[in-house]
């Protein structure tokens, strides 16, 4: 079985497990989609930019830079409950997951990812690594994924020896 394959599988096996959370009842639903066009007030960038201030204008003549355009917790949170209201749950709950992840640094992401490739990590690193989520950022949902994950890896004996 290739790796990309494994991959795939336990991560429906995880999803399907996720899959019981509950989200908080919408408050936007897909009338209000799209966002900018709608409630261009609540789209914010992390750098606290409104959306009408994220010009190309501003792009070319160095006002702007690629800070300004990061994305928040808040507008994903908006992008789930429409999605929710649709009937994407799942893809709700990628997104809101996604906003917990936004204070990790993308390098540390980056090193997250490679460990959680099948035997490159041990589950004790696993672990360690889904507390952090969980302790440093705030990242519950992503912990418990990482978690989960390290304990499917074992069951699997896809550990790092």
């Known amino acids: 079985m290739n790796q990309e394959l494994l991959i795939r599988q336990i991560m429906q096996e995880v999803l399907k497990n996720m899959q019981g959370a509950q989200a908080a009842p919408a408050t936007v639903t897909a009338a209000d989609y799209p966002l900018g066009e709608t409630m261009p007030e609540k789209i914010k960038s992390a750098s606290g930019k409104a959306l009408d201030e994220l010009t190309l204008e501003g792009v070319i003549n160095g006002t702007l830079t690629a800070a300004d355009f990061r994305i928040t917790k808040e507008t994903l949170e908006l992008q789930a409950q429409v999605a929710d209201s649709v009937g994407r749950k799942t893809f709700g709950m990628n997104l809101r997951r996604a906003g917990e992840l936004i204070?990790?640094?993308?390098?540390?992401?980056?090193?997250?990812?490679?460990?959680?490739?099948?035997?490159?990590?041990?589950?004790?690193?696993?672990?360690?690594?889904?507390?952090?989520?969980?302790?440093?950022?705030?990242?519950?949902?992503?912990?418990?994924?990482?978690?989960?994950?390290?304990?499917?890896?074992?069951?699997?004996?896809?550990?790092?020896?």
Request: hydrophobic letters at 40%; glycine letters at 4%; charged letters at 30%.
């Open 103 to 161: 204070p990790v640094p993308d390098a540390r992401l980056l090193e997250i990812y490679n460990a959680l490739r099948p035997y490159k990590s041990t589950k004790a690193e696993l672990y360690a690594i889904a507390d952090e989520l969980i302790n440093v950022y705030g990242a519950t949902v992503s912990g418990n994924f990482v978690k989960e994950a390290a304990d499917v890896y074992e069951k699997r004996n896809r550990l790092k020896k």
